[in-house]
Each structure stands twice: as structure tokens, then as C-alpha cells.
């Protein structure tokens, strides 16, 4: 079984960057495409950024231009570079595989708040 670990959230100013990532056990990791989840107060968990094995990479409309996901395959790492953070960024992020068929149980996540 997966395990998942995200870490690297924080409170930053509106405008500020933060850089999260996430450690994963087990070697499928670097055979799947994963992604970023985000989860605001009141609101469904939401998607926003992928990468393929091949490391082609799509994001939510919203963080396009401001966030950039990353993969190192050798140490079964995700990383989400956040930067131009708004308020409304504020949630807790988490890491999962980019398929819904395929999404394990989900880690603790680490918050973020944007905040003055």
C-alpha cells in the first residue's frame, strides 16, 4: 500500500511562494501520474495540477501561471511550487495518483493559509 506524506505549508502573505511536497513510499510511484488536491474550508476536495510518468503537466485554471508541479522519480517525491499566492489559495493541499481509479488513502495534507 501507498503512503503518502505532504509537508512544506505554511502561512505566507498574499503574493508570497511556498514550496510543498510530497513523499511517497512503495515503487508504483514513479509509474503513475500524480497530482495535487486541495481542500478549502466548506468546499469539495479540487484538483489542481498533474504530472504524467512522462512529466507533461496540466493544472486548474485558477493556479495556471502561479503554480508549478514537479516530480523526482528517484526519491519518490512530488513537489507543488506555489508562487503570486492569493487568499483564496488558502486550503489544505494534499498529494494523491491523478486517476480516481487509482487514489489511494489519503495523507494528513499540510495547510496553507494566505493571509495578511
Known amino acids: 500500500q501507498v503512503q503518502l506524506a505532504e509537508s512544506g505549508g505554511g502561512l505566507v502573505q498574499p503574493g508570497g511562494s511556498l514550496r510543498l511536497s510530497c513523499a511517497a513510499s512503495?515503487?508504483?510511484?514513479?509509474?503513475?501520474?500524480m497530482g495535487w488536491f486541495r481542500q478549502a474550508p466548506g468546499k469539495q476536495r479540487e484538483l489542481v495540477a498533474t504530472?504524467?510518468?512522462?512529466?507533461?503537466?496540466g493544472y486548474t485554471d485558477s493556479v495556471k501561471g502561479r503554480f508549478t508541479i514537479s516530480r523526482d522519480n528517484a526519491k519518490n517525491t512530488l513537489y507543488l511550487q506555489m508562487n503570486s499566492l492569493k487568499p483564496e489559495d488558502t486550503a489544505v493541499y494534499y498529494c494523491?495518483?491523478?486517476?480516481?481509479?487509482?487514489?489511494?488513502?489519503w495523507g494528513q495534507g499540510t495547510q496553507v493559509t494566505v493571509s495578511s
Open positions: 494523491n495518483f491523478a486517476a480516481a481509479t487509482m487514489i489511494v488513502s
Open positions: 512503495g515503487t508504483i510511484f514513479s509509474a503513475r501520474a
Open positions: 504530472i504524467a510518468r512522462g512529466y507533461s503537466t
